[in-house]
């Protein structure tokens, strides 16, 4: 029985830890598991890094389930020790297989069929890549770049190791590839996202933040949303879940934060990996009952939107500037595809991938659309080819800035700020209009301008040197900034809050938990009448207040609200119109 109504609850079991199971080890962990989190299917590995899960133990193992009407899936992940004396002597990180050796090559085939001849779904564990460089692999590399060889070898792997071989000992199955948390490098080691979601039956996602400060990875949490948003604009419909795992999750919040936005996120499954790091552990036991208040809120949300950012598929550039910014209030919507009815866009580094991006971005203004351009996007555009749209220049120096200034506020001056660095950018007066000056003495720079083109507007935002100094920027600059971001007529001005918003007139609330978090009082601005604001189970909250926003291009009525928001609760809301 399906324990939730929008999304099912998985546990993914690695083949180490379904090897050493007896049936009264697993009944007791199922026990707990259940209670706590309610398991709705299973993902059950056959084999990992040289363990087989031999037929009669996984029998056993998928009767349990099949009696306590648990679905199951089989597993596979591709990491492998040795197989020949002259391997040991290879590098290979995480002990990945190497495709250009044909005894792995072999090998694999072996492990898909004995796992297809078991199971009717089977998902590839986020291992399904390649970072080989043997002697093997550079002679077939020969003059391609590693990207192009690992994806071009990628794409054979997955079509005649995994995808023939599945059909021919099942012809019943369905393959699933899982993709990492780590868009950014994909066409580095051979996940090929344009193509490999037409080939297999669906795709499924990595969502695991952890601790961002203490990780090799170094990923915001709003990542856990923002990815599984992007695959599914990937692969529409056939984005299978999100999957998280318990490690570096301290604190607990870490752990909890990384299932609420997946939820968020309207994922079809959430899994958790994996089944032998579950039993007992503290940051499961909260978890299903935070789920089941997500549950009751994705009951009356929409459909999930926001300001689309275009990552053009083997894109990087500026990795994560978007999901710092979404951790401060910007709703995000990823896109592989340029947004071209979109009503705004956010443009990064990572969208010169596209190489009629200029094209596409002078259509969009002139269309009326609004671009919001980073720094990291414009120098990298030839001056000439620039100077159409922008007065803006880069003189290449550094300003570090401890106090702003609001142009258009009267008021609006906030000195002795901690510092951050920018880069210093040159404007012509009144060709540009300056929104956003960051200073230090009696020297400024811009920081946020506005250039008008045809029926459009366009804004360059310069981004602080480090991305995480976007929290240290006082509360009316990033309202500033949040501004031209604004969706469906909506923003928010706060501070460590995420607004995740619906295109039914919801949105949800969240404010990060942490060791400096407190309760945060947000500001709700609507740029088209309101009459009141409501929590998602009636509770009225208050009405929207008119005032005037007068700024230059921004001369218009907004209609504003106020709630008040604890770390680590989500809250909600409905607006009446």
């Not at 490098?185 to 961002?212: A, L």
């Not at 009082?521 to 309101?530: E, G, N, Q």
């Amino acid at each position: 029985m399906k324990h939730f109504k929008n999304f099912k609850t998985c546990v993914y079991c690695t083949a180490q830890t379904l090897a050493s199971l007896d049936e009264t080890t697993l009944a007791r962990d199922y026990a707990y598991l259940e209670k706590y989190v309610g398991i709705d299917k299973v993902y059950l590995e056959t084999y990992r890094d040289g363990t087989w899960v031999s037929i009669d133990h996984m029998k056993m193992i998928q009767n349990f389930f099949k009696e306590h009407g648990v679905e199951i899936a089989g597993g596979i992940t591709t990491v492998t020790p040795p197989l020949e004396k002259d391997d040991v002597t290879r590098q290979r990180l995480f002990q990945t297989f190497c495709y250009s050796n044909e005894a792995m090559r072999t090998y694999l085939k072996k492990i898909v069929t004995y796992t297809a001849e078991l199971f009717d779904e089977i998902i590839l564990d986020d291992f399904f890549f390649t970072s080989c460089t043997c002697d093997d692999c550079l002679r077939e590399r020969s003059n391609l770049s590693w990207a192009e060889f690992r994806s071009k070898k990628m794409i054979d792997v997955a079509e005649n190791l995994v995808l023939k071989p599945a059909k021919l000992a099942n012809p019943s199955v369905k393959v699933t590839i899982k993709y990492p948390n780590w868009r950014e490098s994909y066409h580095e080691t051979g996940y090929v996202p344009k193509i490999q979601p037409s080939m297999f039956d669906k795709i499924y996602t990595g969502t695991e933040t952890r601790n961002t400060a203490h990780t090799d990875q170094h990923l915001p949490r709003y990542l856990s949303y923002s990815i599984m948003r992007y695959m599914e604009h990937v692969a529409p419909g056939r984005n299978g879940g999100g999957w998280f795992d318990t490690y570096s999750c301290w604190p607990i919040d870490c752990y909890l934060e990384q299932g609420y936005l997946t939820a968020l996120s309207r994922p079809q499954e959430i899994t958790l990996f994996q089944w032998g790091d579950l039993f007992e552990n503290r940051l499961v036991t909260p978890l299903g009952m935070q789920l089941s208040k997500l549950d009751r809120i994705l009951n009356q949300v929409g459909t999930p939107c926001g300001t689309p950012v275009y990552l053009p598929y083997a894109s990087d550039g500026e990795n994560h500037i978007e999901d710092h910014l979404g951790m401060h209030g910007i709703p995000f919507e990823p896109v592989p595809d340029f947004p071209t009815n979109a009503e705004n866009v956010f443009l990064t580094q990572a969208a010169l991938k596209d190489p009629d991006i200029l094209q596409k971005l002078e259509a969009f203004l002139r269309n009326g659309g609004t671009a919001v351009v980073t720094t990291g996007f414009a120098s990298h555009i030839p001056t000439a080819q620039w100077a159409q749209f922008s007065s803006v220049r880069f003189t290449g120096r550094k300003l570090t800035a401890n106090r702003y200034h609001v142009t258009d506020d009267f008021s609006g001056f906030y000195e002795n700020q901690q510092p951050v660095t920018f880069d210093e950018l040159q404007f012509s007066n009144n060709a540009s209009w300056s929104y956003v000056n960051a200073g230090s003495g009696d020297s400024h720079s811009s920081i946020l301008l506005l250039d008008t083109y045809g029926k459009g507007k366009l804004f360059t935002l310069a981004a602080p040197d480090c991305f995480a100094d976007f929290a240290k920027l006082p509360i009316p600059v990033m309202d500033m900034i949040r501004r031209p971001f604004a969706s469906h007529g909506l923003y928010i001005s706060g501070r460590n809050v995420s607004l995740f918003q619906y295109n039914n007139d919801t949105f949800v609330l969240y404010c990060y938990a942490g060791s400096n978090a407190i309760p945060e009082r947000v500001s709700i601005h609507l740029l088209s009448p309101a009459c009141h604001l409501a929590e998602l189970s009636g509770k009225p909250i208050g009405n929207f207040i008119e005032t005037f926003c007068r700024h230059q291009q921004w001369d218009e009525k907004e209609w504003i609200a106020s709630v008040l928001v604890h770390p680590g609760e989500f809250y909600a809301f409905k607006i009446a119109r």
